[in-house]
Every structure is written in structure tokens, then in C-alpha cells.
């Protein structure tokens, strides 16, 4: 189908991003409850790996440890793990504080001046020093996507520096190149970074791809939705997942 006009694509990115913000506020992978209270959704506090619930005493905890040049001592930054790249931890991190700071729940963090800062200092270290995962599931989807989640999660606050760095770590990471999930992953990154530039015509060219032949919402007979409507992933490997 033809784009829509520009004025209807700025309208629906509007739309987008507060989808987006509710979406990331409220997002939980281990438990459905109690979302607000949540943290990051990838890796976590401590380096035990693989626990998704944070809380907002956590929260607090990260920006009472965070240094004054924005990190954390704990952090292994020159992290080359493949599987859990432990350098995420100070993105997710960050994450974690910027649900906080909008949680009602989180007394010591609700929107509270000095949280704030503090995640603008962890972004700034961040954006200036430009960690690289030594795998490409990390630098294509995993990292630019809680860069994502941070900055709609930011919104207003978000500086000019902290959007351009977040385009700049995006563009170009939304191509999709794999097959299945990593395709819908990879659009959605593309699609995040759409929504942050106002980039109409980069939303509707993700959109399309993620519909059309090869994107992950499409029926094919290799890796990704089969007719029947299963999902195939590594291989013939019989996924839950898919393109919800």
C-alpha cells in the first residue's frame, strides 16, 4: 500500500511513541505483575544473570552506587562474553532508573531531580566512550534496543546530545539480516529510532519490511512463521514465539 501523508505518519509516530512509553514502563519478561516495579529486562543487578525482577530499591541502589564519571565499579566493561555480554549491565541499569523515576510506587525515585542526573550521567559516559560487544546480536539488537527503551522512556528530559547519540548508535541497526524473531527485533530497533527522529519514511520503509517477504511476520517454509501457523527458529526447531 502507498505511505500515508506525512502530516498522518508524524500523527501516528506521536501515537508510536507513547505506545512505546507505556509499553517499556509497564514491560516485564519473568513476571506480568507488579510491572512499575520492574527493572531491566535483559541482564541484571548483581551479574546473576538470567532474574528479571528489579525493584525500586534496586534502582535506588544503582544511583547511589553510580560514580561521578557515570559508571559503576562493579561493571565489567571490558567484557567479550558472547551469550550475556556483561557490559550491558550499565545500560540496563539506566533502564531500570528511568522506569523508577516514573513509578509512582518508587517514593525515593518518582520523579526525582537528582535520579535524573544521574541517568544523564550514565547516558553521557555511555554515549561518549561507545562500548563494542564482541558478538552482533548485542551491537544490532541488544544494546540499541534498551538505548531505545531509555530514551522513550526519557522523553522531554531526553537532551539534543543524548538524541543524537542514540540516532548515531541506531541508524543502520535496523536492517533486517537475519531470520524469525531477530528480523522482528531488528525492525523494531529500526522502528524506535524512527519514532525518536520524527522519520516517517524510516517507520513506514520498517513497517513494510516487517510484513513483507522476509520480514519476520511473514509465512515462509524456512526459519520463522510456518503455514500452520507454528514457528520454526535455529533451524527447524519448534519455537513458542513468533511475531505477536
Not at 99 to 112: I, V
Not at 161 to 169: D, G, I, K, R, V
Amino acid at each position: 500500500a502507498p505511505a500515508p501523508p506525512p502530516s498522518k505518519l508524524l500523527a501516528d509516530l506521536a501515537t508510536l511513541r507513547k505506545r512505546f512509553f507505556d509499553f517499556y514502563l509497564a514491560f516485564g519478561d519473568c513476571t506480568q505483575t507488579q510491572f512499575c516495579m520492574q527493572g531491566s529486562y535483559m541482564l541484571l543487578q548483581d551479574g546473576s544473570l538470567g532474574t528479571c525482577a528489579v525493584t525500586c530499591e534496586d534502582s535506588a541502589s544503582f544511583a547511589a552506587s553510580i560514580s561521578a564519571n557515570g559508571t559503576w565499579a562493579d561493571v565489567n566493561y571490558q567484557d567479550e562474553t558472547h551469550a550475556k555480554w556483561k557490559t550491558m549491565l550499565h545500560p540496563d541499569r539506566l533502564l531500570s532508573m528511568i522506569r523508577s523515576f516514573h513509578c509512582a510506587d518508587c517514593t525515593k525515585s518518582y520523579r526525582n531531580a537528582a535520579m535524573l542526573e544521574k541517568i544523564h550521567r550514565g547516558l553521557e559516559w555511555w554515549n561518549t566512550n561507545k562500548p563494542k560487544p564482541s558478538q552482533w546480536w548485542w551491537a544490532d539488537i541488544g544494546q540499541p534496543d534498551v538505548i531505545g527503551a531509555i530514551m522513550m522512556l526519557l522523553g522531554d528530559d531526553a537532551t539534543p546530545a543524548e538524541l543524537s547519540a542514540a540516532n548515531a548508535s541506531m541508524v543502520g541497526r535496523g536492517v533486517p539480516s537475519g531470520t524469525g524473531e531477530n528480523v522482528v527485533w531488528e525492525l523494531q530497533v529500526a522502528i524506535n529510532r524512527a519514532a525518536l527522529a520524527n522519520d516517517t519514511s524510516g517507520a513506514w520503509r520498517a513497517f513494510e519490511n516487517m510484513w513483507g517477504p522476509g520480514g519476520g511476520c511473514h509465512t515462509t517454509t524456512g526459519e520463522g512463521i510456518q503455514s500452520d501457523g507454528s514457528f520454526h527458529f535455529h533451524g527447524n526447531i519448534l519455537y513458542s514465539g513468533g511475531c505477536e
